[in-house]
Structures are given as structure tokens and as C-alpha cells.
């Protein structure tokens, strides 16, 4: 079974760009999760989708982080602009189920100068 | 809503000793708990979980963890630690009725001596 699949895994950007982040969850996981994780902590939640509607976006930068999961499979993260302290590796997962187990993939570094 | 404390940041044992890592949660009803680890460049790999049940839960790589609920913990185990299992470790929380407060705690270094 494949697992969760994210890209790019490595990005640099200037602050003020913009980067997008892609997942593709685990087939047939109705629950997806993005996570920014900041170097030496925990990762913290920006945004939950059930399917392809919106569960918990309470800690998502809105005026600068969107999220979509159209069709409800895959998602797409995006910051814009960025800024410094936007760097930080942005961890994807899905879940079979609402409250069980998360499956991560890699993550994607982003580094902003 | 809930919140998870790692007490500690940084633990080095020598390998094949004991292994203890804590873990303290606040939430109002039983919550599900998970330990999970991640290897440096690594996404999270589930070590074990607690849903319901008996209280001692067994994981992968011969890990095993204790709930007390009197205690508020989810302490992590494992009898004799090898050199692989040099890693961040994290306890998560996960609570609600859709699970939409899934809270981890900051992450406990583990380095391992030969």
C-alpha cells in the first residue's frame, strides 16, 4: 500500500514569495491533516479536512496559508507571501477514520531567506 | 481542549539499558493517546496507541506503554534500547468527536550510547 506522498520535499524562497505544498493521502483515507512542525517542536495543526470540507482551520494563518482538497482526495498548501518565520517543515497525514491513527508522509522543508 | 507535556527534552542512555519517557496530558474525558517517532529527515511513524481497554498497550520495535489515568500519563517503555532507536519521540493527544484536537507535545530527544 502506498503511503502519503508529499512535494516537493525540499524548497528555499525569499521571504514575500509564494510556495505550494502538495499531498496525495493514503487511497481511501477520508481524513487529511496538514502540520507545521518548527525546528525542536511538536507539530502543530494549520488545517483538518473530512473529504473535501473544512473540520478545524482555528490555527491556520488565513491571511497568508490556504488549503484546498478538491474531489476530496489530494490537497494543496499554499503560503503567500512568506515570511521568515515561516520556516519549517510542513507535514501532511490522512486517517482512515476521524479520531484513529495518523499516517505521515516525509514533509517538505521550506526554508525562507 | 487538551494539551500534552513532555517533560523531558533530551534523554542519552547506553545501549541496552532501560528506557522510560514521560509523557502528562490534560483533557476532560478519556482521550486516545499515541506515541509516535520520528527518525531526522523522517516523517512520524506510529509506535503504539491507547483507545480503550487495558491500560498497558505494546507497540512496534518492542516498545510499550502504560496509561494512568490517575496519573494523567502515557509513559513510554522499552526494556533494553538499541542504537536505532536514537530518534524524537512525540505523545499525541487526540480528543472530540471528529477528532479535529489531535495536540502533540513538544518532543523528547533520544540519544543513544554505544
Known amino acids: 500500500e502506498a503511503g502519503v506522498a508529499q512535494s516537493p520535499r525540499y524548497k528555499i524562497i525569499e521571504k514575500r514569495q509564494s510556495v505550494a505544498f502538495w499531498c496525495n493521502p493514503i487511497s481511501g483515507h477520508a481524513t487529511l491533516y496538514w502540520y507545521q512542525q518548527i525546528l525542536g517542536q511538536g507539530p502543530k495543526l494549520l488545517i483538518q479536512f473530512q473529504n473535501n470540507g473544512v473540520v478545524d482551520d482555528s490555527q491556520l494563518p488565513k491571511d497568508r496559508f490556504s488549503a484546498e482538497r478538491l474531489k476530496g482526495v489530494d490537497s494543496t498548501l499554499k503560503i503567500q507571501p512568506a515570511k521568515l518565520e515561516d520556516s519549517a517543515v510542513y507535514l501532511c497525514?490522512?486517517?482512515?477514520?476521524?479520531?484513529?491513527?495518523?499516517?505521515f508522509g516525509e514533509g517538505s522543508r521550506l526554508t525562507v531567506l | 481542549a487538551q494539551s500534552v507535556t513532555q517533560p523531558d527534552i533530551h534523554i542519552t542512555v547506553s545501549e541496552g539499558a532501560s528506557l522510560e519517557l514521560r509523557c502528562n496530558y490534560s483533557y476532560g474525558a478519556t482521550p486516545y493517546l499515541f506515541w509516535y517517532v520520528q527518525s531526522p529527515g523522517q516523517g512520524l511513524q506510529l509506535l503504539l496507541k491507547y483507545f480503550s481497554g487495558d491500560t498497558l498497550v505494546q507497540g512496534i520495535k518492542g516498545f510499550e506503554a502504560e496509561f494512568k489515568r490517575s496519573q494523567s500519563s502515557f509513559n513510554l517503555r522499552k526494556p533494553s534500547v538499541h542504537w536505532s532507536d536514537a530518534a524524537e519521540y512525540f505523545c499525541a493527544v487526540g480528543a472530540g468527536n471528529y477528532g479535529q484536537n489531535f495536540v502533540f507535545g513538544p518532543g523528547t530527544r533520544l540519544s543513544v550510547l554505544p
Open positions: 497525514a490522512s486517517s482512515p477514520d476521524r479520531a484513529g491513527e495518523l499516517f
